[in-house]
């Protein structure tokens, strides 16, 4: 069981380039997001989804964009790339339900825009 | 939507002293709210939560507080050790998984 499992855990990209970050879990959780993390900032939530084939946005969705084909995968795509998304991505799971439980984070990674 | 406000942000406390956050929450359809640990370049991990039906949880050194009236809720942790030392950030949620979390507190426990 290897949880939340993410690639890559480093990138460098140069502004205008587009990328994919790979978000994939094995626990069967419907629910799956994505947030970057900044300095003083806290975790912010970039997209979300509950379910396959569904998908919505969270308070700071500009400039990605995700897709949910199955259950395990959720991806987050950078369109064009800027310094301002020079940022730690997090992808985190749960259930999802009328009691909402535990966010399983992965290990994170760390982008870094010129 | 949702706005949580967390403090302070940087916390120093002796090593067996005590340490505790606090977080506020707008909006009273939340109803489950974790706290997370982060060490420094690792994954944040839950380390106790509460939901709205109970006023209070303990967990060995570490105890969490609700009061929906005032909506905040808090952080205990009881006679701290080093590796207490980490980023802790509070979050409160609803039954739609929206999370939403606090700026975050940096401890510090000194030997």
């Known amino acids: 069981n290897a949880g939340v499992t993410q690639t890559p855990k480093f990138q460098v990209l140069k502004t205008g380039q587009s990328m994919t970050l790979q978000c994939a879990q094995d626990?069967?959780?419907?629910?799956m997001s994505w947030y970057r993390q900044d300095p003083g900032m806290g975790l912010r939530l970039i997209h979300y989804?509950?379910?396959?084939?569904?998908?919505d946005q969270g308070e700071v969705p500009n400039g990605y964009n995700v897709s949910r084909s199955t259950t395990e995968d959720f991806p987050l795509r950078l369109l064009s790339a800027a310094p301002s998304q020079t940022s730690v991505y997090f992808c985190?799971?749960?259930?999802?339900?009328?009691?909402?439980?535990?966010?399983?984070f992965g290990e994170g990674s760390r982008l870094t825009v010129l | 939507g949702e706005n949580v406000e967390q403090h302070p942000s940087t916390l120093s406390v002796q090593e067996g002293d005590s340490a505790v956050i606090k977080c506020t929450y707008s909006?009273?359809?939340?109803?489950?709210f974790p706290w997370y640990k982060q060490e420094l370049g690792k994954r944040p991990q839950l380390i106790i939560d509460?939901?709205?039906?109970?006023g209070e949880k303990k967990d060995q050194r570490i105890a969490v507080t609700l009061n929906k009236t005032a909506k905040h809720f808090s952080l205990h942790i009881t006679e701290t050790q080093p590796e207490d030392s980490a980023v802790y950030f509070c979050?409160?949620?609803?039954?739609?998984?929206?999370?939403?979390f606090g700026t975050g507190t940096s401890l510090t426990v000194i030997p």
């Open positions: 985190a799971s749960s259930y999802y339900g009328s009691n909402t439980g535990e966010l399983f």
């Open positions: 626990m069967n959780h419907e629910y």
């Open positions: 989804s509950v379910g396959a084939g569904i998908t």
């Open positions: 979050a409160a949620a609803n039954t739609g998984n929206q999370f939403y």
């Open positions: 909006d009273s359809a939340s109803n489950y």
């Open positions: 509460i939901r709205s039906n109970v």
